[in-house]
């Protein structure tokens, strides 16, 4: 039996009856961050690029934050490309990116379009993360270090799947729908830090959603499109770099939305550092609330963390998102890393920029401590501060983002596009998503909230 048949029949064995309540819990929670920070991409530049007006048509699915509504696939990229348009979604640790963005943006378009319920939504989403998860660890993490980006190259899988199992698609169906993902996958690194990075979310949710549609019309992929000499391992991770037997065992012993789980961003650039922010922010609030004594900051992470392109100075609005250097300094200097601070105006703090060129740092090889981190700091008279954070608050069931640091999230995210009193409204509604008899109630709340 073929690798995607193989993935594809333990798709279909799984029961959301059985799924533990904890899952549920969390899938509503990332479900409702992913959404918040929809809403807060939703007018940005990159988003009213990706509109494309003389391309897309009119249909039936709300675009998040805004009046337009589009066909299913036009809404999926758009909302997709919004979704990750300011880098504050959220993560998964298996899949080493973003899992919720590519998932999400499809489910909730098809969902629209065919009056689904919030709890067909939620068992599709869960069983969506699984597969990119189980996916990504037979290719994690040559895959990533190779220069693709996870989220769009692996999290398709998870998007065709989700949108396949709301489609009610067969087990053969299902393999085609991988089959078809994997000619349809892309996203490197090297767009990291630009526009183009919000957009291969935006293709992955499209692409996926499209990939499934095709499946349950019948169009077929090759049954080896995974292992074939000439197929997606091979081409992507190349021989030697994959394990596949990976992909295939322990499926929902637990679920992975479980274990490792979801990590739900505090702050709003990329997760590497947050470990390091953390721990920048504790001096600050501790022994050291005034930076200008500063001489030397030190910062060590695990080496999958301190990837080059974190490890550059911000030049851009955009960039800073992807900046260690700039993300701590901001830690130190203002005990907080805000959405404010990723504006080009936050960009030309003296004592940020000061801070910023004294960061030096180093790689340390502690796997079980992957996305902890340390920072010391010596001060004029040669004294050092350290503080170490074993792992960032958010970071999936280990430490959990408590509620209502997600509800002011979620506040925060949606203020740009919705009434304050709508985004309560909201925010309430997607606490009982698996309750609600039709996702168009939660989708008619965010368009009557919209400003």
Sequence with gaps: MSLSHQIARRVVALDPASFDPDAVKWAKNAIADMIGCTLLGARTATTEAALLPETHAAGPCLLLGRR????????????????????????????????TVIIIPGLLALAEAQGASGKAVTDAYIIGVEAATRFARGVNFQHYEKGWHPTATLGIFGAAVAAAVLLKADEAQIANAISISASLASGIKANFGTDTKPLHAGLAARNGL??????????????????????????????????????????????????????????????????????????????????????????????????????????????????????????????????????????????????????????????????GAEVAVTLRDGSILRQTVAAPLGRGPETPLPQEMLAAKFADCARPSLTATGATGVFDLLMQLDTLPRIGILTDAILAATR
Excluded at 78 to 83: C, D, E, H, P, Q
Excluded at 90 to 96: G, I, P
């Design 68 to 99: 337009e509504r589009l066909g299913l696939l036009d809404a999926a990229f758009v909302n997709g490309t919004a979704g990750h348009a300011l880098d504050y979604d959220d993560t998964s640790k298996s899949l080493s990116g973003h899992p």
């Design 210 to 371: 499209f990939a499934a549609l095709m499946a349950v019309r019948g169009v077929n992929g090759s049954p080896v499109a995974l292992e074939h000499p000439q197929g997606y391992l091979e081409v992507f991770n190349g021989a030697g770099n994959y394990d596949a037997d990976r992909m295939l065992v322990n499926w929902a012993e637990p679920l992975d939305l479980l274990a490792p789980g979801i990590s739900i961003k505090k702050y709003p650039c990329v997760y590497s550092v947050h470990g390091a922010i953390d721990a920048a922010i504790q001096l600050h609030d501790g022994p050291l609330p005034d930076s200008s004594n500063v001489s030397d900051v030190l910062v060590r992470m695990h080496p999958r963390r301190l990837l080059p392109h974190v490890r550059n100075p911000a030049t851009s609005a955009l960039n800073a998102k992807f900046s260690l250097p700039y993300a701590v300094s901001r830690g130190l200097v203002n005990g907080a890393v805000l959405l404010e601070h990723f504006e080009d105006a936050a960009l030309h703090d003296p004592e940020v920029t000061r801070i910023m060129g004294l960061i030096r740092m180093e790689p340390h090889d502690d796997d079980a401590n992957d996305y």
